[in-house]
């Protein structure tokens, strides 16, 4: 479907090697989404029975979840890395400039970067 969205396709001089890079990457992709899903349902049952979501509400955090590991997929591995470092780690701007061995502003663009993936996939492209 991605291939299909392009406005300009060549054709690849390898196809059996294209083809084998495609379904490669479904099943990065595959098994990334499953492990995200199995962290999130650990997560889950840490917390009291009384205090879980329901299952409609489990659904649909999951799938906010997905949508936002795919959008977060499409930034660069820096990018993603300083975002959940910060998101997720709690490190300051200066702590993710020395782990990715780049300048602050760097830094602050790539959580930029970051958040406007959030943000599309919470609520669509902005106008």
Sequence with gaps: MRLLGRDQLNEPREPRAFLVAIAKGLLFDYFRRAALEQAYLTELMLI???EQPSVEEQQMILEDLKNIDRLLGKLSSKARAAFLYNR???LS???IAERLGVSVPRVRQYLAQGI???YVALYGEPV
């Design 48 to 50: 009291p029975e009384a």
């Design 88 to 90: 997720l780690d709690g």
């Design 93 to 95: 701007h200066g702590e």
């Design 116 to 118: 406007r993936q959030c």
